[in-house]
């Protein structure tokens, strides 16, 4: 049997933790949340919810949050790890469809938004971008799927013990960097239907940190068309074990 571990990043989640895990399908064995600084009781929710809980004293970024919970989760035994963000913004109930998604080999799932988004109320500004991105992205990738830049995922553990996503940016860009280097190594990423629901209380980035996201994306784009994600190269830079590939 799977072994499913749920990760939550968490920065100054304290008012929607609780109902994101209640929200949960029962389908998993673990639930891990890393309080990222946050200066608020998000730790101590998590604590009272008798989840995995840990806190970084200083902050690390979105990025480096979750190479925080990918190391605990494979050191667990996880063998599926699923990303959801702890704003209560997704819908979770697609999460047993991602897990059937892995068990049939892919190997990231994302949980895409694009179908309701603007019946959801995802701002109209977010919505252009998103598309606008996603595009190029597949276009690159020589994919077609409707949305690369969910924070619901699913990963098999071979993913993530295979690609060196310590190397990778601590910031938002880390998805983009994680989704290129899947790409590169040849692995599969497939995507199932969820919904999202945007209030007062959901986690997003501003409109300058969403620009500087975009433009970091689109370098990563380039990057991933010089070759530098591939397996080859990251063996010849020396950071990466040649037996792992």
Known sequence: MNKVIIVMPAYKAEKTLEDTYKNLPQVYQEVI?????????????????KLTSLRHHKNQGYGGNQKTLYKLALEHGANIIIMVHPDNQYSTDCIPEMIKKINNGSHLVIGSRMK???????????????????????FVF??????????????????LKTIPYQMFSNDFVFDSEMIACIQAYGYSITEVDTECFYNDTV???????????GLETLKTLLKYMWGTYSPKRLINTGLFAENNV
């Open 33 to 49: 949340v890393c309080d990222d600084a946050g200066g608020d009781r998000t730790f101590d929710v998590s604590k009272s919810l």
């Open 142 to 159: 020589k994919t077609n799927l409707s949305e690369f830049h969910s924070g619901l995922r699913a990963y098999n553990a071979h993913t």
């Open 203 to 213: 986690s997003s980035i501003n409109l300058r940190r969403s620009i500087r996201y």
């Open 116 to 138: 309701t988004a603007l019946k959801n109320h995802m701002p109209f500004w977010k919505y252009v971008s998103n598309r606008f991105l996603t595009v190029i992205q597949n």
